[in-house]
């Protein structure tokens, strides 16, 4: 097997793992924190607004150091090993104030693992002529799998103390595949700060800051509190799992021929349709939908995920300069992993204390909406600059 062959393979497992991590998390993280610790769910929307909110300042840096010290598996290493080694300790924290602390010490660490690794990856492809998507599906596979055995088995042991012993041990097992990882040969020759300016000057690239923010920040957040939607609707912990593993699953399939599709009708318009897709979602949840209607639609996230991850990704690439690409993907996963994730994770736990969790979805859809129509205006001025089909 050629050396770069053997990379891809083992960029696949680190994605694998990596999303195993976040799916053995995250879509029970509230649950933990309302029925373990005992927390309402504005504290708790506190508490999981602060992973992403940590992003906004510590994934730019991340970027920064990676594009000037030219040692993302190093830092891969760092950040890894101390997210995976503090993910063992979380559970036994007890009170509002600790749990806050205790959390925002693991994301300062794991916040990096994402953006380093999509940065290295995206290199990688375009060096070899290797599909983005082939090697992110394995994320959403990880995720999936992940959502799923650790519904099972929370509901089976009646502890969900797993969640943070599985997130730990599949973050350390990512971490053998890095010596197998590229390296990276570019550096920057211009200041974080200068960097920034240049980025930010882009219209395009402040307008897709923006989209982002308002069409992906609901996605991100329906992962926190999907599971006390699916419990609200009648559903189980191990039904909570089968939710996951259906959404995350149909993700990889699209995922596969994210490019296939991106050449064909243009990379704007797969946004648009799988923005188009979550909007729909989100109302169909505001109206009550019975369980096996949520059940049902979970599938179309191979859509509003699958196809807008990789896109957006390629697009940022595409229109950041090539000794910024780290410093862009870290700023874009800011402010959408980060201002987005955490601004509506934060305001659905308000929500959800104030009215209902259906009501928060009503919300979602309408901000989506609003996305949508920044992603049209983008369409427009990219139209002359020949990025409809960017990526190949």
Same mark, same amino acid.
């Given at each position: 097997?050629?050396?770069?062959?053997?990379?891809?393979?083992?960029?696949?497992?680190?994605?694998?793992?990596?999303?195993f991590?976040?799916?053995?998390?995250?879509?029970?993280?509230?649950?933990?924190?309302?029925?373990?610790?005992g927390?309402?769910?504005t504290? =708790?929307?506190?508490?999981?607004?602060?992973?992403?909110? &940590?992003?906004? /300042?510590?994934?730019?840096?991340?970027?920064? *150091?990676?594009?000037?010290? #030219?040692?993302?598996?190093?830092?891969?290493?760092?950040?890894?090993?101390?997210?995976?080694?503090?993910?063992?300790?979380?559970?036994?924290?007890?009170?509002?104030?600790p749990?806050?602390? %205790?959390?925002?010490?693991?994301?300062?660490?794991?916040?990096? =693992?994402?953006?380093?690794?999509?940065?290295?990856?995206?290199?990688?492809?375009?060096?070899?002529? #290797?599909?983005? %998507?082939?090697?992110?599906?394995?994320?959403?596979?990880?995720?999936?799998?992940?959502?799923?055995?650790?519904?099972?088995?929370?509901?089976?042991?009646?502890? !969900? +103390?797993?969640?943070?012993?599985?997130?730990?041990?599949?973050?350390l097992?990512?971490?053998?595949?890095?010596?197998?990882?590229?390296?990276?040969?570019q550096?920057?020759?211009?200041?974080?700060?200068?960097?920034?300016?240049?980025?930010?000057?882009? #219209?395009?690239?402040?307008?897709?800051?923006?989209?982002?923010?308002? &069409?992906?920040?609901?996605?991100?957040?329906?992962?926190?509190?999907?599971?006390? /939607? @699916?419990?609200?609707?009648?559903?189980?912990?191990?039904?909570? %799992?089968?939710?996951?593993?259906?959404?995350?699953?149909?993700?990889?399939?699209?995922?596969?021929?994210?490019?296939n &599709?991106?050449?064909?009708?243009?990379?704007? +318009? @797969?946004?648009?349709?799988?923005?188009? $897709?979550s909007?729909?979602?989100?109302?169909?949840?505001?109206?009550?939908?019975?369980?096996? $209607? $949520?059940?049902?639609t979970?599938?179309?996230?191979? !859509?509003?995920?699958?196809?807008?991850?990789?896109?957006?990704?390629?697009? =940022?690439?595409? *229109?950041?300069?090539?000794?910024?690409?780290?410093?862009? &993907?870290?700023?874009?996963?800011?402010?959408?992993?980060? @201002? %987005?994730?955490?601004?509506?994770? /934060?305001?659905?736990?308000?929500?959800?204390?104030?009215?209902?969790?259906? *009501?928060?979805?009503?919300?979602?859809?309408? =901000?989506?909406l609003?996305?949508?129509?920044?992603?049209?205006?983008?369409?427009?001025?990219? #139209?002359?600059?020949?990025?409809?089909?960017?990526g190949?």
């Open positions: 097997m050629a050396q770069h062959e053997k990379t891809y393979r083992f960029l696949q497992v680190f994605y694998f793992f990596t999303f991590s976040n799916g053995a998390l995250f879509p029970l993280l509230a649950v933990f924190l309302e029925e373990e610790k927390l309402n769910h504290e =708790i929307g506190v508490i999981v607004s602060a992973i992403p909110l &940590v992003t906004v /300042f510590l994934q730019p840096i991340w970027g920064a *150091i990676s594009d000037f010290t #030219k040692n993302p598996r190093k830092l891969l290493l760092i950040s890894g090993l101390a997210a995976g080694l503090l993910g063992f300790g979380y559970p036994l924290l007890n009170g509002y104030y749990l806050v602390f %205790g959390i925002i010490i693991i994301a300062i660490f794991q916040c990096a =693992i994402i953006p380093l690794s999509d940065s290295l990856t995206l290199n990688y492809v375009q060096t070899h002529k #290797k599909d983005y %998507g082939n090697i992110r599906l394995m994320g959403s596979v990880g995720f999936a799998i992940a959502a799923f055995l650790l519904g099972r088995l929370t509901d089976m042991t009646n502890s !969900i +103390n797993w969640i943070f012993y599985a997130f730990s041990l599949a973050i097992l990512a971490l053998l595949t890095l010596f197998d990882f590229p390296k990276r040969g550096g920057v020759t211009v200041s974080f700060r200068t960097g920034l300016t240049s980025l930010f000057k882009q #219209k395009e690239f402040s307008l897709f800051l923006l989209a982002n923010f308002l &069409v992906f920040g609901p996605v991100l957040a329906n992962n926190f509190y999907f599971s006390t /939607f @699916v419990l609200t609707a009648g559903g189980t912990l191990a039904g909570v %799992g089968v939710a996951f593993l259906l959404a995350a699953g149909s993700e990889a399939p699209f995922m596969r021929f994210t490019q &599709v991106i050449n064909k009708v243009g990379i704007m +318009n @797969v946004l648009l349709i799988s923005g188009g $897709v909007s729909a979602r989100w109302l169909l949840y505001f109206f009550e939908p019975p369980t096996s $209607v $949520v059940y049902g979970t599938i179309v996230q191979g !859509i509003s995920v699958g196809l807008y991850v990789p896109a957006a990704l390629i697009f =940022i690439r595409d *229109i950041a300069p090539n000794a910024l690409q780290a410093t862009a &993907v870290g700023v874009y996963s800011a402010v959408g992993n980060g @201002v %987005g994730n955490a601004f509506f994770t /934060f305001l659905g736990g308000i929500m959800i204390d104030a009215g209902t969790i259906f *009501i928060m979805y009503g919300f979602f859809s309408l =901000i989506t609003f996305g949508l129509g920044l992603l049209v205006y983008i369409q427009r001025l990219v #139209k002359t600059e020949d990025l409809l089909t960017v190949g």
